[in-house]
């Protein structure tokens, strides 16, 4: 069973930086859609960004297009989310995702995707 493990949240101001790692403990991101989705409180859980395990293709949200870069190492079986000025609105759980291996899938539904880390929290302060 695939388990993926989160790291690296916490608590910044608003304009500072963080990074978020998710390690596969079964090594399957090579061929697998990979993302990360956040939750706030109250809220739907909401796509922030993806690859294409395919093409390798990114894909954001618009809400942090510029501000936040996905990025995975294959060999290290570790997908990042580096987060920078970040902003209050950006306060939430953020939870890596993968799916199944050789599965296309549609990046943007979180329903699509098989596996899901615990969650790390996320907060921001003004």
């Known amino acids: 069973q695939v388990q993926l493990i989160e790291s690296g949240g916490g608590s910044v101001q608003a304009g500072g930086s963080l990074r978020l790692s998710c390690a596969d403990s079964?090594?399957?991101?090579?061929?697998?859609?990979t993302g990360w989705f956040r939750q706030a409180p109250g809220k739907e859980r909401d796509f922030v960004a993806a690859?294409?395990?395919?093409?390798?293709?990114?894909y954001y949200a618009d809400s942090v297009k510029g501000r936040f870069t996905i990025s995975r190492d294959n060999a290290a079986a570790t997908l990042y989310l580096n987060m920078n000025n970040l902003k209050p609105e950006d306060t939430a759980v953020y939870y890596c995702?993968?799916?199944?291996?050789?599965?296309?899938?549609?990046?943007?539904?979180?329903?699509?995707?098989?596996?899901w880390g615990q969650g790390t929290q996320v907060t921001v302060s003004s």
């Open positions: 079964l090594r399957t991101f090579t061929n697998s859609a």
């Open positions: 995702a993968a799916g199944r291996r050789f599965h296309d899938i549609n990046y943007y539904t979180p329903t699509e995707y098989y596996y």
């Open positions: 690859i294409n395990w395919r093409s390798g293709t990114l």
